[in-house]
C-alpha cells in the first residue's frame, strides 16, 4: 500500500482517515450489503404472510383451494420490490446490510449526508431498476417464465459495475449525488461527548429486532407448541414412566411344588387308599371319583397348601413314569385348587396303578439377571466397542487428512491449496451428515449390524476430528518451526520436533471429546439398524415392552455417565 | 568471511523490508544490527540463513553461495550457522534437553532422530553446552519452566549443538530485563573471543551495542544508514537513525 493512496481528510474537530482500499473491495462490501438488505426483506414478507395466514379467514381459504397458492406474490416480483426497498433503505440511513457489509455514505467524509441528498441518491438508484421492470413486465405480459427476469436486471449489475473503474469505489449515482461509501478501513476519530444512539432505535437495529420477534412466533407456530397437550395429556405417560422406574433386571429361578396322587385302572378288589392332606405340605387329593377307574371316568382333584396365587400344570404319570399334560393350573389366594377332568386314555396294563400330580412352579430359588438384562449387557459391550473401534480408526484416518486441510501448511503452493479446498469441502459436506443418516446409508450397503454403526461412526468422526486437529495445526506457534529449521534439520525432522509436540495436548483432548460424543452416538446408531444397544431398544419400544426398553435405557444412562467421569479423569491426568 | 551483496527482500503483500543492502564481515568480528522497529533487521538475518527467501542480491559466505544452495546444501549450510530469537522459539512442552539435542538434528540421521534415537557423544555434547550456559541442572525439566533468561541460554546451547561458525541472534534481550540481558550477551561475547565464532546481532538499545559490538550497521527503513565502529555513532547519527524525537537511554 503506498504513501499516495492514503487520504487524510479533516472536518471540523474529527479526522478521518481514509486507508486506500481497493475497488473490488468496495463494490463486494456493497453488494454483501444490498443482498442482506433483500435477505432480510424477504424474509419479513416471509414470515409476515405466514402469519397471516393463521388468520381464521385465510386458514379457510387454503383448506379450500385445492393446490391453488393463497395470498400469493410471483417472488420475482417480491425480490425487485424488496431491491428497491433495500435501495433505499441504504441511502436513508444505516441498513442492515450497511452494518453487515459495513457500508455508510458520506459526503467529504464526513457522516453527515443531507437528507434530500440521500433521497436523490435512493430514487437515483431506483430509477437505475427501471429497464429492469420494464423488462420483467415484458416477461409477465408475455406470459415468459419469471425466472428469465434476473437477465433483465443487468441494467442494476451495470450501475454497480461503475464503481469497479471509479478510482474511489462509486457508482455513477453516487457521482451524481456527490456521495462516496465509507469502508472498515476509514478510521475515525469520534467526538467522544456525543452519545451514540441506542442500537435498537437506528433502522438496521429495529429490523434485527422486528426480525427476531417475528420468527419466534412463526417458530411456536410451525413446531405447533402446544402447551395445553402438554399438560392435559400427562396422564397417558404415566404407564410409561411407571415402567421405566422399574425396569426388568433380576428374577429368581423357579422351583416346583410337586405333589401326586395314585389312581388304579381298573379298580381291583384292593384299590390304592385315598392320599390325605398334610399340613404345611403342597398335597394332592382325589375328591370325586375314588382312587380306581376306567380311562374316561369324570374325577376331580383338590391341591392344598401350595404357594397362593401361582401357575403350574397337572400331568398324568403312567405306571412306567412317563407325565402328559392335562391342563394348566392355577392357585387362589389360599393356595388350593381344585379341578375336574376325565381320565386320559394312558398306557398300562390292568390293574397297574398311575398317578396324578401337580407341579406348581415357584419363583423361590436363587435370584439371577433375566434375559432381558443379559441381552442389554451383551449389546453394551458391542456399543462400547463399536465406539472404540469408530473412534480409533476414525483417529487414524483423520491424522493425515488434518494436514492436508491445516491452512498454514497448505496455501503456499496452487496444487496443495487445490487440495487444502477439496478435503475441506468434501470434510465439510460429511460432517454435516448426521451419523444417524450415514448409518442408514451403510445399512445398505453392508446389511444391519455394528460394522454399519462403526462405518458410520468412523466416517463423521473423520470429518469432525480432521477439522478441530487441522484448527490445532494451524495455531500451532511458528516460532519453534523457525527456529529448528534453522539447524538445518529436514522437514520430516522439523514436524517431529517442533510440529508434533505442540499438537499433543489439543490431540488429546479433542480425541476424548470425540470419545464421549462416540460413546453416545453408538448407543443410538442401532436405532437404524446400525448395531449396539440401540437396536434392542428400539424393538422393545416397537412391540411394546417398555419394561423391557427402561433396562436398556438406565445401562445407557449408566454406561454414558461412567465413560464422562472416565474421560474426565483422563483428560485431567493427561492435558 | 560473509559477503551480503545488493540484498533486497519485498514480501507477498509489497512490503519492501530490505532494500540493496550490501556489507562484509570478516571472521571473528561481532556486528550489532541497530534500527528502529520494522526497519529490517529481522528480515536481513532470516535472509542470511533463508528463513526468508530474498528477493534479489547475494548471500556468500566463505565463497559458498547460500542464495543459490539446492534445499540439501541449504540444510548442511544451516547446520553451521547457529540462530537464537527474541522469543526464544523453544518448543516450550519438550524438555531442555530435548530442545537441545534438536540443535544436533542437521548431522544425525532422519529416523533414527525422529524415534529419538541420539547417539552417546551427542547426548554428553548436550550437557556440556547446557553446563556451559549454566543451566545443566534444569536439563530433565519442561523448556517452559525456566526463566525468561535461562531460556535464552537454552536457545544458546541449541545453537552451540550445531557447532556454529556463525551466530546469528535476534534481538536476543528484548524480552529480557537489563541485568538478564547484560547475562545472556555475555555468553554470545565469550562464544564470540573464546570460540572465535562470529556473531550478527540485532539489539534495541543503542548504549548495550556500544558495550558488546566490535562494529554497529544501522538500518533505517530497510537500508544501512551508517556502518562503522561505535564510537563513531555521535548525537547527529544517532537522530538520523531513530529519529530527531528520540533521546538515548542507557542500560544499566
Ligand atoms: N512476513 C511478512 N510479511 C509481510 N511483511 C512483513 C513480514 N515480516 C515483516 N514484514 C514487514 O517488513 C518490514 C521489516 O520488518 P522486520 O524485518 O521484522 O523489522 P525489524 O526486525 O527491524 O523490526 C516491516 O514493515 C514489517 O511489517
Ligand atoms: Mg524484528
Given at each position: 500500500m503506498s504513501e499516495e493512496q492514503n487520504e487524510i481528510l479533516r472536518r471540523g474537530d474529527k479526522v478521518i482517515i481514509a486507508r486506500g482500499v481497493s475497488r473490488l473491495k468496495v463494490a463486494r462490501h456493497r453488494f454483501t450489503g444490498l443482498f442482506a438488505d433483500v435477505l432480510a426483506l424477504c424474509y419479513l414478507y416471509a414470515s409476515i404472510r405466514l402469519l397471516i395466514l393463521q388468520l381464521p379467514k385465510y386458514k379457510e381459504a387454503v383448506k379450500a383451494s385445492t393446490g391453488q397458492p393463497v395470498l400469493y406474490v410471483p417472488w420475482a416480483i417480491v425480490i425487485s420490490a424488496a431491491i428497491v426497498v433495500a435501495l433505499f433503505w441504504g441511502s436513508l440511513g444505516r441498513s442492515l446490510g450497511g452494518r453487515v457489509g459495513n457500508i455508510e455514505y458520506r459526503r467529504n467524509g464526513a457522516k453527515k449526508v443531507s437528507i434530500i441528498r440521500r433521497l436523490l441518491h435512493a430514487l437515483l438508484n431506483a430509477i437505475g431498476m427501471v429497464p429492469a421492470y420494464i423488462g420483467l413486465w415484458w416477461l409477465h405480459t408475455h406470459d415468459a417464465?419469471?425466472?428469465?427476469?434476473t437477465l433483465a436486471s443487468l441494467p442494476l449489475l451495470l450501475l454497480f459495475l461503475w464503481a469497479l473503474v471509479d478510482p474511489k469505489g462509486r457508482t455513477l449515482v453516487d457521482r451524481i449525488t456527490g456521495v462516496e461509501v465509507s469502508l472498515p478501513e476509514y478510521k475515525e476519530v469520534v467526538d467522544v461527548r456525543v452519545r451514540p444512539r441506542p442500537?435498537?432505535?437506528?433502522s438496521w437495529g429495529a429490523a434485527v429486532l422486528t426480525m427476531l420477534i417475528l420468527s419466534y412466533t412463526t417458530g411456536w407456530i410451525i413446531t405447533k407448541i402446544d402447551l395445553n397437550a402438554l399438560v392435559r395429556?400427562?396422564?397417558?405417560?404415566k404407564p410409561l414412566f411407571i415402567d421405566l422406574v422399574t425396569p426388568d433386571l433380576f428374577e429368581r429361578t423357579p422351583t416346583d411344588q410337586i405333589a401326586r396322587a395314585k389312581y388304579q385302572?381298573?379298580?381291583?378288589g384292593n384299590p390304592p387308599a385315598p392320599a390325605q392332606v398334610q399340613p404345611d405340605k403342597p398335597s394332592l387329593i382325589?375328591?370325586?371319583?375314588?382312587t380306581c377307574g376306567e380311562r374316561g371316568d369324570l374325577i376331580a382333584v383338590r391341591g392344598e397348601n401350595?404357594?397362593?396365587n401361582s401357575k403350574g400344570i397337572l400331568f398324568w404319570v403312567d405306571p412306567i413314569g412317563m407325565k402328559d399334560r392335562i391342563r394348566g393350573i392355577q392357585t387362589d389366594e389360599n393356595g388350593t385348587f381344585e379341578y375336574t377332568f376325565n381320565v386320559p386314555n394312558a398306557r398300562g396294563t390292568d390293574y397297574e396303578i398311575h398317578e396324578v400330580e401337580a407341579a406348581i412352579s415357584v419363583p423361590a430359588g436363587p435370584w439371577r439377571a433375566t434375559i432381558t438384562l443379559r441381552m442389554v449387557i451383551d449389546k453394551m459391550i458391542e456399543t462400547i466397542f463399536l465406539a472404540l473401534m469408530a473412534t480409533t480408526l476414525g483417529v487414524i484416518i483423520s491424522i493425515p487428512i488434518s494436514f492436508l486441510s491445516a491452512r498454514n501448511l497448505m496455501i503456499h503452493n496452487p496444487l496443495s491449496a487445490t487440495i487444502y479446498y477439496i478435503t475441506r469441502t468434501i470434510m465439510n459436506i460429511m460432517r454435516s451428515i448426521e451419523p444417524l443418516i450415514w448409518a442408514l446409508i451403510f445399512v445398505v450397503w453392508v446389511g444391519i449390524g455394528p460394522f454399519a454403526g462403526v462405518l458410520a461412526l468412523t466416517l463423521h468422526t473423520v470429518a469432525a476430528l480432521a477439522k478441530l486437529y487441522s484448527e490445532a495445526i494451524e495455531s500451532i506457534d511458528p516460532g519453534p518451526i523457525e527456529a529448528v529449521t534453522a539447524t538445518g534439520a529436514d522437514r520430516i525432522q522439523t514436524i517431529a520436533y517442533a510440529v508434533v509436540p505442540q499438537m499433543i495436548p489439543p490431540f488429546i483432548a479433542f480425541t476424548i471429546y470425540r470419545w464421549d460424543i462416540n460413546v453416545r452416538m453408538s448407543t443410538v446408531i442401532?436405532?437404524?439398524?446400525?448395531?449396539?444397544i440401540g437396536f434392542l431398544l428400539i424393538q422393545w419400544i416397537n412391540l411394546l415392552q417398555y419394561r423391557q426398553a427402561a433396562t436398556a435405557v438406565w445401562a445407557i444412562a449408566l454406561v454414558v455417565a461412567i465413560m464422562d467421569y472416565a474421560s474426565a479423569i483422563v483428560r485431567e491426568k493427561l492435558v | 568471511m560473509l559477503e551480503i551483496q545488493h540484498l533486497t527482500k519485498i514480501y507477498e503483500?509489497?512490503?519492501?523490508?530490505?532494500?540493496d543492502v550490501s556489507f562484509t564481515v570478516r571472521d571473528g568480528e561481532f556486528v550489532i544490527l541497530i534500527g528502529l522497529?520494522?526497519?529490517?533487521k529481522s528480515t536481513l538475518l532470516r535472509c542470511i540463513n533463508r528463513l526468508v527467501e530474498p528477493t534479489s542480491g547475494k548471500v556468500i559466505w566463505n565463497g559458498v553461495d547460500i542464495t543459490a544452495a539446492s534445499p540439501k546444501e541449504l540444510r548442511e549450510i544451516r547446520r553451521n550457522i547457529g540462530m537464537i530469537f527474541q522469543q526464544f522459539n523453544?518448543?516450550?512442552?519438550?524438555?531442555v534437553m530435548t530442545n537441545v539435542l534438536s540443535g544436533r538434528l542437521g548431522y544425525v540421521n532422519t529416523w533414527a532422530s525422529v524415534l529419538g534415537q541420539f547417539g552417546r557423544e551427542d547426548r554428553q555434547r548436550a550437557f556440556a553446552a547446557l553446563e556451559r550456559v549454566g543451566?545443566?541442572?534444569?536439563?530433565?525439566?519442561?523448556?517452559?519452566?525456566?526463566?525468561g533468561g535461562q531460556q535464552q541460554r537454552v536457545g544458546i546451547a541449541r545453537a552451540l549443538m550445531q557447532s556454529p561458525k556463525l551466530m546469528l541472534a535476534d534481538e536476543?534481550?528484548?524480552?529480557?530485563?537489563p541485568a538478564t540481558s547484560h547475562s545472556v550477551l555475555k555468553y554470545l561475547e565469550q562464544l564470540n573471543r573464546e570460540d572465535g565464532i562470529t556473531v550478527l546481532c540485532s539489539l534495541h538499545f543503542l548504549s548495550l551495542a556500544r558495550r558488546y559490538g566490535t562494529r554497529i550497521i544501522a538500518l533505517k527503513a530497510g537500508e544501512i544508514v551508517f556502518d562503522g565502529l561505535?564510537?563513531?555513532?555521535?548525537h547527529e547519527r544517532f537522530k538520523a537513525i531513530y529519529g530527531e524525537e528520540a533521546i538515548e537511554v542507557e542500560i544499566a
Amino acid at each position: 500500500m503506498s504513501e499516495e493512496q492514503n487520504e487524510i481528510l479533516r472536518r471540523g474537530d474529527k479526522v478521518i482517515i481514509a486507508r486506500g482500499v481497493s475497488r473490488l473491495k468496495v463494490a463486494r462490501h456493497r453488494f454483501t450489503g444490498l443482498f442482506a438488505d433483500v435477505l432480510a426483506l424477504c424474509y419479513l414478507y416471509a414470515s409476515i404472510r405466514l402469519l397471516i395466514l393463521q388468520l381464521p379467514k385465510y386458514k379457510e381459504a387454503v383448506k379450500a383451494s385445492t393446490g391453488q397458492p393463497v395470498l400469493y406474490v410471483p417472488w420475482a416480483i417480491v425480490i425487485s420490490a424488496a431491491i428497491v426497498v433495500a435501495l433505499f433503505w441504504g441511502s436513508l440511513g444505516r441498513s442492515l446490510g450497511g452494518r453487515v457489509g459495513n457500508i455508510e455514505y458520506r459526503r467529504n467524509g464526513a457522516k453527515k449526508v443531507s437528507i434530500i441528498r440521500r433521497l436523490l441518491h435512493a430514487l437515483l438508484n431506483a430509477i437505475g431498476m427501471v429497464p429492469a421492470y420494464i423488462g420483467l413486465w415484458w416477461l409477465h405480459t408475455h406470459d415468459a417464465r419469471y425466472e428469465t427476469w434476473t437477465l433483465a436486471s443487468l441494467p442494476l449489475l451495470l450501475l454497480f459495475l461503475w464503481a469497479l473503474v471509479d478510482p474511489k469505489g462509486r457508482t455513477l449515482v453516487d457521482r451524481i449525488t456527490g456521495v462516496e461509501v465509507s469502508l472498515p478501513e476509514y478510521k475515525e476519530v469520534v467526538d467522544v461527548r456525543v452519545r451514540p444512539r441506542p442500537w435498537y432505535t437506528r433502522s438496521w437495529g429495529a429490523a434485527v429486532l422486528t426480525m427476531l420477534i417475528l420468527s419466534y412466533t412463526t417458530g411456536w407456530i410451525i413446531t405447533k407448541i402446544d402447551l395445553n397437550a402438554l399438560v392435559r395429556d400427562a396422564p397417558r405417560a404415566k404407564p410409561l414412566f411407571i415402567d421405566l422406574v422399574t425396569p426388568d433386571l433380576f428374577e429368581r429361578t423357579p422351583t416346583d411344588q410337586i405333589a401326586r396322587a395314585k389312581y388304579q385302572i381298573p379298580c381291583s378288589g384292593n384299590p390304592p387308599a385315598p392320599a390325605q392332606v398334610q399340613p404345611d405340605k403342597p398335597s394332592l387329593i382325589i375328591t370325586r371319583g375314588g382312587t380306581c377307574g376306567e380311562r374316561g371316568d369324570l374325577i376331580a382333584v383338590r391341591g392344598e397348601n401350595f404357594a397362593p396365587n401361582s401357575k403350574g400344570i397337572l400331568f398324568w404319570v403312567d405306571p412306567i413314569g412317563m407325565k402328559d399334560r392335562i391342563r394348566g393350573i392355577q392357585t387362589d389366594e389360599n393356595g388350593t385348587f381344585e379341578y375336574t377332568f376325565n381320565v386320559p386314555n394312558a398306557r398300562g396294563t390292568d390293574y397297574e396303578i398311575h398317578e396324578v400330580e401337580a407341579a406348581i412352579s415357584v419363583p423361590a430359588g436363587p435370584w439371577r439377571a433375566t434375559i432381558t438384562l443379559r441381552m442389554v449387557i451383551d449389546k453394551m459391550i458391542e456399543t462400547i466397542f463399536l465406539a472404540l473401534m469408530a473412534t480409533t480408526l476414525g483417529v487414524i484416518i483423520s491424522i493425515p487428512i488434518s494436514f492436508l486441510s491445516a491452512r498454514n501448511l497448505m496455501i503456499h503452493n496452487p496444487l496443495s491449496a487445490t487440495i487444502y479446498y477439496i478435503t475441506r469441502t468434501i470434510m465439510n459436506i460429511m460432517r454435516s451428515i448426521e451419523p444417524l443418516i450415514w448409518a442408514l446409508i451403510f445399512v445398505v450397503w453392508v446389511g444391519i449390524g455394528p460394522f454399519a454403526g462403526v462405518l458410520a461412526l468412523t466416517l463423521h468422526t473423520v470429518a469432525a476430528l480432521a477439522k478441530l486437529y487441522s484448527e490445532a495445526i494451524e495455531s500451532i506457534d511458528p516460532g519453534p518451526i523457525e527456529a529448528v529449521t534453522a539447524t538445518g534439520a529436514d522437514r520430516i525432522q522439523t514436524i517431529a520436533y517442533a510440529v508434533v509436540p505442540q499438537m499433543i495436548p489439543p490431540f488429546i483432548a479433542f480425541t476424548i471429546y470425540r470419545w464421549d460424543i462416540n460413546v453416545r452416538m453408538s448407543t443410538v446408531i442401532g436405532l437404524v439398524g446400525g448395531g449396539g444397544i440401540g437396536f434392542l431398544l428400539i424393538q422393545w419400544i416397537n412391540l411394546l415392552q417398555y419394561r423391557q426398553a427402561a433396562t436398556a435405557v438406565w445401562a445407557i444412562a449408566l454406561v454414558v455417565a461412567i465413560m464422562d467421569y472416565a474421560s474426565a479423569i483422563v483428560r485431567e491426568k493427561l492435558v | 568471511m560473509l559477503e551480503i551483496q545488493h540484498l533486497t527482500k519485498i514480501y507477498e503483500d509489497g512490503t519492501r523490508a530490505i532494500h540493496d543492502v550490501s556489507f562484509t564481515v570478516r571472521d571473528g568480528e561481532f556486528v550489532i544490527l541497530i534500527g528502529l522497529s520494522g526497519s529490517g533487521k529481522s528480515t536481513l538475518l532470516r535472509c542470511i540463513n533463508r528463513l526468508v527467501e530474498p528477493t534479489s542480491g547475494k548471500v556468500i559466505w566463505n565463497g559458498v553461495d547460500i542464495t543459490a544452495a539446492s534445499p540439501k546444501e541449504l540444510r548442511e549450510i544451516r547446520r553451521n550457522i547457529g540462530m537464537i530469537f527474541q522469543q526464544f522459539n523453544l518448543v516450550k512442552r519438550s524438555s531442555v534437553m530435548t530442545n537441545v539435542l534438536s540443535g544436533r538434528l542437521g548431522y544425525v540421521n532422519t529416523w533414527a532422530s525422529v524415534l529419538g534415537q541420539f547417539g552417546r557423544e551427542d547426548r554428553q555434547r548436550a550437557f556440556a553446552a547446557l553446563e556451559r550456559v549454566g543451566v545443566s541442572e534444569k536439563a530433565y525439566n519442561r523448556a517452559d519452566s525456566l526463566s525468561g533468561g535461562q531460556q535464552q541460554r537454552v536457545g544458546i546451547a541449541r545453537a552451540l549443538m550445531q557447532s556454529p561458525k556463525l551466530m546469528l541472534a535476534d534481538e536476543p534481550v528484548a524480552s529480557l530485563d537489563p541485568a538478564t540481558s547484560h547475562s545472556v550477551l555475555k555468553y554470545l561475547e565469550q562464544l564470540n573471543r573464546e570460540d572465535g565464532i562470529t556473531v550478527l546481532c540485532s539489539l534495541h538499545f543503542l548504549s548495550l551495542a556500544r558495550r558488546y559490538g566490535t562494529r554497529i550497521i544501522a538500518l533505517k527503513a530497510g537500508e544501512i544508514v551508517f556502518d562503522g565502529l561505535p564510537k563513531d555513532i555521535d548525537h547527529e547519527r544517532f537522530k538520523a537513525i531513530y529519529g530527531e524525537e528520540a533521546i538515548e537511554v542507557e542500560i544499566a
